[in-house]
């Protein structure tokens, strides 16, 4: 019977990674904290009309990349594809914004994409984010990307370049719109499908796509279309990010993929990473998208990063932290029969805080101890025949080589001594 393999663009987090992981997801976590943001989790799956009205039809996600079903009651789900819009119904259904404004939530988790898998880019993959809810002021678009900036320091990714645009108001993009229209209807012809058909239901989609890159240069510029307010607004962004020290480009070509983004946005690119892959995550503001979800409107901004392409470029600099070992102390008996003893007093050094694995195979001792290095012990506890007669046992350093018996009510004080380099 032939070996189940993880399903195509999925892949399994080991132990070595996973630590590397809870680092990142540990850091993310504090920087978000310290700026007031708190936890909040979605479900994995959700009905697929919160994606069609929050992320837009004529996107890549909900035309080419979802993971939808039935469930046995004939209603159509989605496997969460981006988590802005669950965020959002999550803390308006439960009127947060009622309580305290803005709210401010921030998330992790596995997300899910039906894209050509490749390095940092999977059917499964992990994002963290956050989501500032309740209040329009450009300060606050300026925040969340600072929440980033100060993210990746934690990580001591260094190299960051931060892009931002504006895509101004309903009525900005309208216009855009018209003048997308009116310089691509005469390129239409050599246009690809994708891109002729977007030209008709969507035109700021023509600006991300990868074969008609080249037909970019000569668009018109977002910015000739913003009024006044829009303009303001995108300028006192660019300030607060000055003033708190971070270097922002405008680029002028950014408009994000999802539809429900308006005025603020941008995105994270480190040059370790080529081409479409260059991105980190970006985010930026979506005032539209509670009343696309059925709420009273409300202005809101936020961000999502991508987990494993910023490990790529972690491990590229070399900031990831050592793989821990699993385990400080291995505790052995000689013989089956101190079988007992041993696992009381491996029981012992855990509540003592010591990660400690307990060895209870009848084999020799000394293929035990070997067996120490594999799982990182610093420390082996040996239980023998006069150990348990003498309520004692041999302490044994891995490193030095020495080795003491002591009484077991001295057996936590010795081996946190060890472990903390005194033996």
């Given at each position: 019977?032939?070996?189940?393999?993880?399903?195509?663009?999925?892949?399994?987090?080991?132990?070595?990674?996973?630590?590397?992981?809870?680092?990142?997801?540990?850091?993310?976590?504090?920087?978000?904290?310290?700026?007031?943001?708190?936890?909040?989790?979605?479900?994995?799956?959700?009905?697929?009309?919160?994606?069609?009205?929050?992320?837009?039809?004529?996107?890549?996600?909900?035309?080419?990349?979802?993971?939808?079903?039935?469930?046995?009651?004939?209603?159509?789900?989605?496997?969460?594809?981006?988590?802005?819009?669950?965020?959002?119904?999550?803390?308006?259904?439960?009127?947060?914004?009622?309580?305290?404004?803005?709210?401010?939530?921030?998330?992790?988790?596995?997300?899910?994409?039906?894209?050509?898998?490749?390095?940092?880019?999977?059917?499964?993959?992990?994002?963290?984010?956050?989501?500032?809810?309740?209040e329009g002021s450009p300060a606050l678009d300026a925040e969340i990307v600072e929440v980033a900036w100060r993210f990746f320091a934690a990580l001591g990714i260094t190299g960051i370049r931060l892009q931002v645009n504006s895509l101004g108001?309903?009525?900005?993009?309208?216009?855009?719109?018209?003048?997308?229209?009116?310089?691509?209807?005469?390129?239409?012809?050599?246009?690809?499908?994708?891109?002729?058909?977007?030209?008709?239901?969507?035109?700021?989609?023509?600006?991300?796509?990868?074969?008609?890159?080249?037909?970019?240069?000569?668009?018109?510029?977002?910015?000739?279309?913003?009024?006044?307010?829009?303009?303001?607004?995108?300028?006192?962004?660019?300030?607060?990010?000055?003033?708190?020290?971070?270097?922002?480009?405008?680029?002028?070509?950014?408009?994000?993929?999802?539809?429900?983004?308006?005025?603020?946005?941008?995105?994270?690119?480190?040059?370790?990473?080529?081409?479409?892959?260059?991105?980190?995550?970006?985010?930026?503001?979506?005032?539209?998208?509670?009343?696309?979800?059925?709420?009273?409107?409300?202005?809101?901004?936020?961000?999502?990063?991508?987990?494993?392409?910023i490990l790529m470029v972690a491990r590229t600099l070399g900031t990831v932290p050592g793989v821990e070992p699993a385990a400080e102390v291995l505790v052995c008996s000689v013989e089956p029969d101190q079988a007992g003893a041993a696992a009381?007093?491996?029981?012992?050094?855990?509540?003592?805080?010591?990660?400690?694995?307990?060895?209870?195979?009848?084999?020799?001792?000394?293929?035990?101890?070997?067996?120490?290095?594999?799982?990182?012990?610093?420390?082996?506890?040996?239980?023998?025949?006069?150990?348990?007669?003498?309520?004692?046992?041999?302490?044994?350093?891995?490193?030095?080589?020495?080795?003491?018996?002591?009484?077991?009510?001295?057996?936590?004080?010795?081996?946190?001594?060890?472990?903390?380099?005194?033996?």
């Amino acid at each position: 019977m032939p070996e189940i393999a993880a399903p195509k663009g999925t892949r399994d987090i080991l132990p070595d990674e996973f630590g590397a992981r809870r680092w990142l997801l540990d850091a993310h976590r504090t920087v978000a904290e310290s700026f007031g943001y708190r936890a909040i989790e979605t479900p994995i799956i959700e009905a697929t009309d919160l994606f069609i009205r929050g992320v837009g039809t004529d996107t890549d996600i909900v035309e080419k990349q979802m993971f939808t079903f039935e469930d046995r009651g004939g209603r159509s789900l989605t496997l969460r594809p981006e988590g802005t819009a669950g965020a959002l119904r999550a803390s308006l259904g439960a009127h947060l914004d009622q309580e305290v404004r803005p709210v401010r939530v921030h998330y992790a988790g596995p997300f899910f994409r039906a894209e050509r898998p490749q390095a940092g880019r999977q059917h499964q993959f992990t994002q963290v984010g956050i989501e500032c809810i309740g209040e329009g002021s450009p300060a606050l678009d300026a925040e969340i990307v600072e929440v980033a900036w100060r993210f990746f320091a934690a990580l001591g990714i260094t190299g960051i370049r931060l892009q931002v645009n504006s895509l101004g108001g309903p009525e900005d993009r309208a216009r855009y719109r018209t003048a997308l229209v009116e310089y691509y209807t005469p390129l239409e012809a050599t246009l690809c499908d994708d891109c002729r058909r977007r030209l008709h239901t969507n035109p700021l989609r023509l600006l991300d796509c990868k074969r008609d890159a080249g037909l970019v240069e000569g668009a018109p510029l977002l910015w000739d279309s913003l009024d006044g307010a829009s303009r303001d607004h995108f300028t006192a962004v660019l300030r607060d990010l000055e003033a708190a020290g971070i270097d922002a480009i405008r680029n002028d070509r950014l408009v994000r993929g999802l539809d429900y983004y308006s005025d603020t946005v941008f995105e994270f690119w480190h040059d370790t990473l080529q081409g479409a892959q260059s991105s980190l995550g970006g985010g930026g503001r979506y005032d539209g998208l509670a009343e696309l979800l059925g709420f009273p409107e409300t202005p809101a901004t936020g961000y999502a990063l991508g987990v494993e392409r910023i490990l790529m470029v972690a491990r590229t600099l070399g900031t990831v932290p050592g793989v821990e070992p699993a385990a400080e102390v291995l505790v052995c008996s000689v013989e089956p029969d101190q079988a007992g003893a041993a696992a009381a007093m491996a029981r012992l050094l855990r509540e003592a805080a010591a990660r400690t694995v307990l060895d209870v195979a009848d084999r020799r001792l000394d293929r035990k101890l070997r067996g120490a290095g594999r799982v990182g012990a610093r420390v082996a506890v040996i239980v023998g025949e006069n150990e348990v007669a003498g309520a004692s046992a041999v302490v044994r350093d891995l490193d030095s080589r020495s080795q003491q018996t002591v009484p077991v009510a001295e057996l936590a004080a010795t081996v946190a001594r060890i472990l903390g380099g005194d033996s």
